[in-house]
């Protein structure tokens, strides 16, 4: 199914946006299997090469800042030795947070490409446009959307069960 998606990539995104979503989506998955919120992440070069990898891990590491996005970005920045990032993208299962997009920003990211929207934090335009802030002294190109099926799929099914879970005990 997500083969068909990326063949059919709306004009806003590319089909290599729709396969690098889609490793996103094998990193939310590992969120999933260990009890976590599924959201997954990449940190991909200009050039295609996948820099950092991360999901969900506040629970298991008791960090309230151990969003998908912000372990990716901290395995990047430790593989080019920078904390500054320029060129790359982030491509991330959900619409970034407050804190997750303020992170992008301070590493000068080239682009940041997720799949669902968040109506609830969402902070590329769901709920607030951080990235949209003219004063902000940096700013990066914003693409939502990208396969947001599979992604919102895959955390109502994991709210689902953790919910029905809920009404058991």
């Known amino acids: 199914m997500v083969e068909a998606q990326a063949l059919a990539a709306p004009p806003t995104w590319t089909a290599q946006d729709a396969a690098f979503m889609t490793l996103a989506l094998e990193q939310a998955q590992a ?24 999901y969900n891990r506040t629970i298991i590491d008791h960090d309230p800042t151990a969003h998908a996005e912000i ?11 920078n904390y500054r990032l320029p060129g790359i993208t982030v491509y991330v299962t959900l619409e970034p947070c407050v804190m997750c997009i303020g992170a992008m920003l301070h590493a000068r990211l080239a682009r940041v490409v997720f799949g669902a929207y968040d109506p609830k934090t969402g902070a590329c335009g769901s709920v607030l446009d951080v990235g949209a802030v003219a004063r902000l002294n940096h700013h990066t190109s914003v693409t939502g959307g990208v396969l947001a099926e599979p992604c919102g799929d895959l955390l109502r099914r994991f709210f689902r069960a953790r919910r029905s879970k809920e009404s058991i005990a």
Not at 31 to 54: F, M
Not at 71 to 81: D, G, M, N, P, Y
């Open 31 to 54: 969120a999933y299997d260990i009890g976590e919120v599924p959201v997954g992440a990449l940190v991909v070069s200009a050039q295609g090469e996948i820099l950092g990898r991360g």
């Open 71 to 81: 372990v990716a970005l901290r395995a990047a920045a430790q593989a080019l030795e």
